[in-house]
DNA sequence: GCCAACGTTGGC
DNA sequence: GCCAACGTTGGC
């Protein structure tokens, strides 16, 4: 279902590496994904898996910081443009170290589903953009990169810890939604009643790769439409 | 640059 | 399995 086909995998995997994506696809063992059906031990990871009762989702925010910012020398900077000047428009979203995000990317981010690109950690964070499932979840190779900054030297190419899908480029939302706006909605849906009082912007800040339920989707996509604040 | 919130680690 | 220490995220 891979849609579009870049040149094959020559091309370096050197370049911007954020917490979350980067450049774009390649090819990848997918072949591979039968290893995460394995779950040799049972840590602190399969307890911090306990999502798998949540309902599933079709909706997504992914964060992603404009700014550079370097990590262990490597440039973080992956901005909405960026994705729209990547190859095909698409990138993998590697990166991702945290089990709840890697749940969601592994295992119900599916193909056409789309996100908002969420700017964080800058001067205005907020929602710039949308993008869309390309490439469902498939080992993200740089937790095998002992120079990458997302290197985990626990994890294995047998038994992949961490993993990623490709996002494609959509469009610019018609109106850039601050932070601050959809927090202020956000408290007023929490005071009255409202479809913002849960999102996980809020409730569950710190996670790079965010579900959303339909009606959040659809309320956020409507204040698109409305003159800004 | 500060720091609150929260995730992870590891001793016990 | 608890929890303190530590590290990271990301708004401000």
């Known amino acids: 279902m891979p849609p579009k086909r870049k040149a094959q995998d020559g091309n370096v995997n050197i370049q911007s590496r954020a917490t979350k994506r980067n450049k774009t696809n390649d090819k990848q063992p997918e072949s591979s994904q039968k290893a995460q059906k394995q779950h040799p031990k049972k840590t602190n990871e399969d307890k911090n898996q306990g999502n798998d009762v949540t309902p599933m989702y079709r909706h997504w925010l992914l964060k992603s910081e404009p700014n550079s910012r370097l990590e262990n020398g490597v440039d973080m900077k992956f901005s909405f443009d ?12 590697d990166g991702v170290r945290n089990y709840q995000a890697r749940n969601f990317l592994r295992d119900q981010m599916k ?29 993200d190779y740089t937790q095998f990169d002992p120079k990458d900054p997302h ?12 993993f990623m899908v490709d996002v494609k480029y959509v469009r610019p939302l018609q109106r850039f939604i601050s932070l601050a706006e959809l ?47």
Not at 82 to 93: E, G, I, R
Not at 151 to 162: A, G, I, M, R, V
Not at 196 to 209: D, E, G, H, P, Q
């Open 82 to 93: 960026d994705l729209k000047k990547s190859p095909s428009q698409t990138s993998c979203w």
């Open 111 to 139: 193909m056409g589903h789309e996100a908002f690109f969420y700017h964080s950690n800058c001067k205005e964070p907020g929602i710039i953009g949308l993008c869309k499932v390309v490439k469902e979840s498939y080992p």
């Open 151 to 162: 290197y985990d030297h626990t994890s294995t190419k047998d038994n992949p810890k961490w």
């Open 183 to 229: 927090k202020k909605a956000h408290q007023d849906h929490v005071r009255n009643g409202g479809p913002l009082c849960n999102l996980a912007l809020f409730t569950k800040a710190r996670l790079s790769v965010q579900p959303l339920t339909q009606e959040e989707w659809d309320f956020i996509l409507k204040m698109e439409q409305r003159d800004g604040k």
